[in-house]
């Protein structure tokens, strides 16, 4: 156990890199339980800066912001997986940082984050490393049809491309830029599911109740709780996965692992966010503990509790096209507030918008999560909320 000494009480100003909506709601918590928040981002309108207690508006790297971070801050994490390591690595020289920058690194590089889960002996999809054109060429023919994903700094869905043949391979990289890349043979997924973790400094691990998810070009849109496709084995397999990639990293903090599940019943492990993640968003109405607090109580040395479901739920993304319907292109018409009133009509509903002024095609703006007293009642008022917003049913 983490001795009482260690333990960075309420009242300390607890500092976090990345003022986007996880920023936020990790803000919201800490001050929830009565700390002080500190916000090192660029962007003066960042959902995250709006509400702390302190903004600092400098870039990742920048040397005056960052010592800046630390002064005020009694401990650091980040909400953010591409903020650069040694930003991390920097902070880490006079304050706790959790999770390390030696576990972000892993993270921010498919490369690396493969390697690993081969490490801990969890399968992830075949694939190749293509860094030069020499790699280009010897791909071998079984990983088409593929997706070739930038190694580094993709998300949802971005920096990659979905490759049938070896020419359309060439023209993707070409159109990557021929940046370092990733082919992933293309897997007949039966579903998906994501497991959040927290680790505390004395490497206690929990865990909260799988979640299924479902992605529409390549953005998460849906994850319901509990996953109605699992198995007793699958989720058994995709818990001690997650507990073994996290420890043997000596991860500190919440780590989230996207499992593939194939039509064969085999899980594979997809990718993994070394912080709170989207899917684990309805875990702040539908859970006695929320994702974000475990945040906060693995980086400061307070108990890890096993999170327990305490209602069904579904959580259904928000973004930015709900606010242009019936328009194909953003940007086409003027923007329009959904209806909010309707949904929060329907029982159940918890609405969360991100503090994003501007809404645009693709951006997450929000997320609403429903609640309800069984999955199927859960599910009906979901499918209500998601007519009344344009969102197409799941
Ligand atoms: P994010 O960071 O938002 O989770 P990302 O941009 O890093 O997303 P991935 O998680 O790699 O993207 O892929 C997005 C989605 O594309 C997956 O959730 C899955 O639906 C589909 N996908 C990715 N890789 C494969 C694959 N090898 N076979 C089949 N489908 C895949
Ligand atoms: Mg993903």
Redesign the pocket.
């Known amino acids: 156990m983490t001795s009482k000494k260690d333990v960075i009480l309420p009242g300390a100003t607890l500092g976090v890199m990345g003022g986007g909506q996880l920023g936020r709601m990790f803000v919201h918590a800490a001050q929830a339980m009565g700390y002080r928040t500190a916000v090192l981002d660029a962007d003066a309108t960042s959902p995250a800066g709006l509400v702390s207690h302190e903004h600092i508006q400098t870039a990742y790297l920048d040397e005056a912001g960052l010592a800046k971070l630390a002064q005020v801050s009694a401990a650091i994490t980040t909400e953010f997986e591409n903020v650069p390591a040694q930003a991390l690595d920097k902070l880490a020289e006079t304050r706790p940082v959790a999770p390390a920058g030696s576990a972000v690194a892993i993270c921010q590089d498919r490369a690396r984050e493969k390697a690993h889960f081969v490490g801990c002996g969890v399968d992830c999809?075949p694939h190749a490393l293509i860094e030069t054109p020499e790699q280009l060429a010897a791909v071998p023919d079984d990983l088409l049809p593929g997706?070739l994903?930038t190694a580094r700094l993709?998300?949802?869905?971005?920096g990659?491309i979905r490759v049938k043949t070896r020419a359309e391979l060439i023209a993707g990289w070409d159109e990557l830029k021929r940046v370092g890349c990733v082919l992933?043979?293309?897997?007949p997924?039966a579903y998906?599911v994501s497991v959040l973790v927290a680790r505390g400094r004395d490497g206690q691990v929990v865990h909260f109740p799988l979640q299924q998810n479902l992605?529409r070009d390549?953005?998460?849109a849906v994850t319901t709780v509990p996953a109605p496709n699992v198995t007793e084995a699958v989720s058994q397999q995709a818990y001690a996965s997650a507990h073994k990639i996290a420890a043997s990293m000596n991860y500190v903090g919440v780590l989230c692992i996207?499992f593939?599940v194939l039509a064969d019943g085999r899980i594979v492990a997809?990718?993994m966010a070394p912080r709170p993640h989207n899917s684990g968003h309805h875990t702040i109405d539908a859970c006695d503990v929320s994702q974000f607090e475990l945040q906060v109580r693995a980086m400061t040395g307070l108990p890890l509790v096993e999170p327990v479901l305490h209602s069904p739920c579904l959580m259904l993304n928000l973004l930015g096209d709900l606010w242009f319907p019936g328009v194909a292109d953003d940007g086409a018409t003027e923007q329009q507030e959904p209806d909010w009133a309707a949904v929060l009509a329907l029982s159940g509903t918890h609405l969360h918008l991100y503090g994003k002024t501007e809404a645009r095609k693709a951006r997450k703006m929000g997320h609403l999560t429903v609640t309800g007293a069984t999955p199927a009642a859960a599910r009906e008022v979901a499918l209500k909320a998601a007519a009344i917003l344009g969102i197409e049913p799941f």
């Open positions: 999809a997706i994903k993709g998300y949802d869905g971005k990659q992933e043979k293309m897997l997924l998906e992605h390549g953005i998460l996207e593939f997809n990718e």
